[in-house]
Every structure is written in C-alpha cells, then in structure tokens.
C-alpha cells in the first residue's frame, strides 16, 4: 500500500532547484524588459530547451527525461516565478501539445512531431477558442473536410499561445469533419503545421500586459494538411482536446503559484524595508497577518496542484483535484497580487518595480484555459456523479 | 431625511453625463492612454461649459456650488471613461488648499485661470519614504520678504509648473508640526521637473518629480498662518478623499455599465451570458456595492458642505470606493472573459485605474486606522 509522503523525490528536488536557479538568475533580470519591448526572449527558451525543460516527463526513446509530471509542475511553478510568459509557453507546448501527441499521436506522428517539441527545437501553440467558442467550446465554426489525401480546414481560431514564435511549428485544432446522417457534427483533432498552403498569422493582440507571451489570432482559408495529421480518434476531437486540457489546468494552477509566489517574495521585501525592526513588525499586525494569510494561500495552491499532478503520474484519475488546483489557485494570485499592489502603494505603480507587472498579469489566469465558472461547473458536475 | 438630489444636482448630473457621452471618444481615449497623454482638447471643453472648479465661488470664475455638485461631475466623467475621469477630476488638483485657506488676493491670482483651462494646479507632498505624511524633509528657510525651499518631491500630479503649485514644507528651525503652505508660481523657474516613469493606471494623469534648490517664493505666497500646514492638509485630504471615492463610484458604475452591455450581447451555449445564474448574481453584487459606495460618498460630500466636521464618513467612503472599484471592475473584466484582457474592449483599462483610487493619496495611516481611531475613540 502506497503511503503518504509529502516528501519530493531526489529528482523531483534536483528539477526543482535547477528551475528555481535559472529562473531567478537568467528570468528575472531580464523580464521588465521583456514585458516593456514585447520581444519574445529566443535565447531564454533555447535555454530552456537545452537544460531539457521541455521534455521532463516523456520518455528517453522521444528525447525526454523520464521524469514525471510533478517535476514538469514544479519547473513551471519555478520559471513562472521568475516570469509568468514562460511558464505559460511551457503549459502549452508541453502540458498540452506535446502531451497530446504523447497520448493520441501515431508512431509517425511521435517521430514527426512530438520529438522536436520535447527538445525544446519547436514549440506548440493549442487552437480551441474561437470568436463565438469560448467558454462554449464545442460551438466552433471551424470546419476540415477530406478531399482525397487532404484536410482543407476553413476557419479561425483566437487566443492562440505561441503560435506566433519564430520556431513554433504547429497548431493542434478542434474542426468539424463531418456531418452524420442524424446530423449530428463531429469534431476532430487535426495537426495544423504552420507552414500549411493557407494558413495565416492573424493580428498580434494588445493586451493589458502578458506582451512576452505570443497571442495571435490564426486563420485557415482553404488550408491544407495531409490525411494522417488527423490525431487520434476522428469521433473524439472535442473531448481529446479536454482530456488534455485537464492536464494544462495543474500547469495553469502551478502557474499562478509561481506568480503569487513571486508575490510574496515582493511583500517579504517591502515589510523588511518599512519596519526597522523585528520588534516592530511584529507589534503591527495588518501587514505581519496579511502576509501570513498570503503564504497559506501559497501554500495550498502548491499542495492542490502537486496532488492533481502525483495523481496523474499514477495514472489514477484527477479530474477533481486539476480543477480544484486551477480554481483556487488562480483566483488566489489575483488576490494575493491585488493586495501585495495595494501594499505597495504608488512606488508600486511604476512599470519599474515587478509588482506592478504581477498585478497585470494575475488576473489573466482566472480566464484562461477555463474561467472559473467553468471549473465550477466540471467541479459540481464530477460531485453529484 | 431626503435621498433625493434637488433639481440643480440633477441638471448638473444630467449635463455632466451628456458632456462625457459626447465628448470621451473611446478610440482617442485608447491613444491618450498608450502614450499616457493628459486628455487637453476635452479638459479645455469641460473648463469651457464650467465643469471644472464648479465649487469655487463666483467672483473666482466658480458657481459658488458644493463638493456634493463636484462629486456628481467627477462620477460621471469616471463613468463614461476612468482614465479621461481622473484626469480631468484632478485638473484641479491642490487647488483647494488654496480656495479654503487661501486670502482674497491668493485666491485672485490662482484659481480663475484653473476654471477657465488656463492652467492646471498642482499639490507637492509625497517625499522618498516618506511613511508619514506630516513629516516633510522639505525645508523652508525664512528670510526678509519671503521663503526659500529646499528639497524634493514625488509623484506630484500636474507638477509640471504649468500652472499654480502648493507645496507643503517643514519651516526650518521649528518643531515637526510647524509646517508651512507655500505656493509655487506658475512657469517658476529654478525647480528641476522630472516626468514620473510609466505606470499601470491614471496614465493620463501627469506625474512628475520635483527638485527645489534655493527657490525662493515671497510671503505673500504663505497660506494662511506659519504653522497652519498640517491643519489645512488635514482638512484638504479630507477633501481630496471625497474626490477620490467619487472616482472609485464612477469608475465601477463605468465598469459595471461596460459589462452590463456585452453580456446581454455575448452569446455562449446558446443563450445570453446574461442568462447564466453565474453572470447574473455577480452583476446583482456589483450593482449592489456600487449604491452602498455611491451612498457613502454622496453622505460624506454633503457632511464637508455643511460643515458638520464629521469626517467618519469621509474615511468610510474611500476604503468602501476604492475596495468597491477594483471589486466591481474585475467582475467586469471577468464577464468579458478572454476579451476583457484586450486593450480594445477598454475594460481592461477601467481594472487598471480602479486599483489607484485606494493608493492614491494614501500615505501612512490607512483609512481602516481612521476609522478605527474614530468609531473606537480613546481606550
């Protein structure tokens, strides 16, 4: 009988540390400006690529290390800590696209396909959401019709991460295939690479913050890809792309922690800055308990999501506990950011000091990949049974 | 007991919202923002039809109207736009300290050319960590006919001399509450202004920092008494608090207004987003702070106009605003989902500026401690 052991592996710390080390070394110095110009930092994720972050929890055979999925969480907690764009680019490419041509993908598809993103060489970018599918994800328009030994895909997706990297090289889409004689739609998984004959990088979106972070829309306008970048099951597209996403929502839940953390690191700073003295600190109590209330929040977001992730690794299920890690920690960050700003004050406003940055940032996450609505709605579904 | 405005409120409301509607254009108020850019050509307009400096007195170029009628104004143009809002609403920034304490000759001098779009005024107070805000290391030297100021200050709205500047500063040679009210003249030179860098909200509100190296202002430039500047900034942070919660009211109505109208647009599983339980208890919390936030302000205005000295209100409704904007603006974004994130749908920009309206002016004591000083008494 397993028992239970709050403790990581050897392995699991050596990942840790490792991530912790680069991210506050190579990450943090460099992600004011990364945030101010918009470049997307090339070198930083070649970096990654070469420390093997990408590839943590595939196999050796794929270029991976072997590792399992609650390293691959706690890298992204870590890198997110120093900046939240990369740990957003390593939850897509990895937790998802990668992920989903590890589990669904053909031998060919692997080799084709999986390798080069574990490596790092390329990075995914996942295409759900469009214009009038949002939250209502199966309401997408897009369509991929068979003409002989080709998809012609006609439609758009919006809110794609990544997609507009120099080296991002695919886009797994969910596309209407056919109609059956009901009527009934059905909706496949499709691999779209981005050099497809009629496949367009739409516009850049200006958002509040994020600009590190690659947002695009993409078009297809009679796009072409051949037969066999079909992944996985033709009559299961919509609910291939979930099953993944379960795994995404542990990142996006070790995502926010890395961001609160960083948070409290920044209310850590300021209590050390404005109290002259132990004694002094502790004789106030609005910030000494404000801080404590934002390290227990830490905390938790961090034990929710490394147990959807150890859940995972054994192959049992995790629906509850992705969804409970992504709703809680998420709006956790939002808080925890909004309350360290507001500690802050006006020297916290200036572009200059991070937590104006955080702040931005954190309350993205509660969107993203589900708004909170809906991991209460897969929350109250999956208890009532 | 009447909660009802009386006509002329209502006029002026009604003329400050029908200005805002016409005159905020979403697409310049979206350039003004990038490059964070004080809104000129409709802060002229409103100085123009006499929104600005409503609550001086007529032979200043005011309408001898209430803090309440200013509260109104500010609310709404923060409703129609938070960052045109703010903008506009501290146009008049530390003119009050003037307009309350000032002489007839002061008052002359500075306020008209605030009303008419002449000049805007401005308030230096905020010093390098600085955590109470009665404490300045800015000094001011006596001599024969007037002051000299020595020292620096930060974050100052309107700072850059292009209109009258009120600066508070310690009187050198006296004890910690022997503090003096100096206006700085317009287009002074001698000051070294340096622009504020860039930040997350009321980007269109000018910042700057400033640099006072033997400047000299002449004694006519005193307000009031020597000694008297801890007592009138008392009484203008009251004021200014009232301001600034009538911010935070406009910008949640504004945030809310926004989110209102794209979910009775937004059509997800097949209905209306305004269908969803989800949705709709959120919008009923929101318009719910928002009345109780409006109720506190409009009772903390009427309390300053009538002199009563009761500024618990004052306190309560800050925290309560700024708590309420921020909490109503990210409902909002919320409600927009994935769109609310993007720069265009201008929500993003009203969560922004709802996060400043509790920092600003805020220094030291919190409005909880106020409160809590006030409705605890001594022990």
Known sequence: MEKMDFDLTGEQKRIREICRKFAAEVIAPRAKEMERTGEYPYDIIAQMASLGIMGIPFPKEYGGGGGDWVSMHLCIEEISRGDVSLGSLLDVTTSLVANEIYTLGTEEQKQKWLIPLVQGEEIGAFGLTEPDAGSDAAALKTTAVLEGEEWVINGSKQFITNIGLDNASIVIITAKTRIEGDGKEIISTLIVSKDAPGFTLGQRYEKMAFHASATHEVFFDDCRVPKDYLLGDIYKGLAQHFSVLQTGRISVAAISTGLAQACLDEALAYAKQRYQSRQSFLESQTIPFKIADIATMVELSRMIYLKAAWLKDRGKDYTLEAHFAKLFATETAKKIASDVFNLYGLSGCLDENPISRYFKVAKLFEIVEGTSEMQKLIIARELLG | ?379
């Not at chain 2, 100085?47 to 309408?63: A, E, N, V, W």
């Not at chain 2, 530390?94 to 007839?104: A, P, T, V």
């Not at chain 2, 010093?127 to 024969?144: H, L, P, S």
Request: aromatic share 10%; charged share 25%.
């Open chain 2, 1 to 379: 007991m009447d909660f009802d405005l009386n006509e002329e409120q209502i006029d002026i409301q009604k003329a400050a919202r029908e200005f805002a509607q016409g005159e905020f254009d979403p697409d310049q108020a979206l350039d003004l923002e990038r490059n964070a850019q004080f809104p000129l050509s409709i802060w002229k307009k409103a100085c123009k039809l006499g929104f600005i400096g409503l609550h001086f007195p007529k032979k200043y170029g005011g309408q001898d109207l209430g803090l309440l009628e200013n509260v109104l104004v500010i609310e709404e143009f923060c409703r129609r736009h938070s960052g045109v809002g703010m903008a506009l609403g501290l146009s008049d920034f530390g003119s009050e300290m003037i307009l309350r304490f000032g002489n007839d000759d002061q008052k002359r001098k500075h306020l008209p050319q605030i009303v008419i779009g002449e000049s805007t005024s401005s308030l230096a107070y905020i010093e390098k960590d600085q955590t109470n805000e009665f404490f300045f290391k800015t000094i001011a030297t006596r001599d024969d006919h007037g002051y000299v100021i020595n020292g620096n200050k930060l974050f100052v709205v309107n700072g850059t001399l292009s209109g009258p500047m009120v600066v508070l500063c310690q009187l050198n040679g006296s004890g910690p509450e022997e503090q003096v009210a100096l206006i700085v003249e317009k287009n002074s030179q001698g000051p070294i202004v340096s622009l504020t860098g860039s930040r997350v909200g009321m980007r269109m509100v000018p910042m700057v920092s400033i640099t006072f190296n033997d400047l000299w202002v002449s004694q006519k430039n005193l307000i009031g008494d020597e000694g008297c500047g801890q007592f009138q900034f008392t009484n203008f942070l009251n004021e200014m608090r009232i301001e600034a919660a009538a911010m935070g009211v406009g910008i949640a109505q504004g945030a809310f207004d926004l989110a209102l109208t794209y979910s009775k647009q937004r059509m997800q599983f097949c209905k209306k987003i305004a269908s969803f339980e989800a949705i709709r208890n959120r919008l009923a919390d929101m318009a719910t702070q928002i009345e109780m936030a409006k109720l506190l302000t409009y009772k903390a205005a009427w309390d300053f106009d009538r002199n009563t000295g009761n500024v618990l209100f004052t306190y309560m409704a800050k925290m309560a605003s700024a708590e309420t904007a921020f909490e109503v603006a990210d409902d909002a974004l919320h409600i927009f989902g994935g769109y609310g994130y993007i720069v265009e749908n201008q929500i993003e920009h009203f969560y922004r500026d709802a996060r400043m309206v509790n920092i600003f002016g805020e220094l030291g004591r919190t409005q909880k401690n106020l409160i809590a000083d006030k409705v605890i008494g001594k022990i």
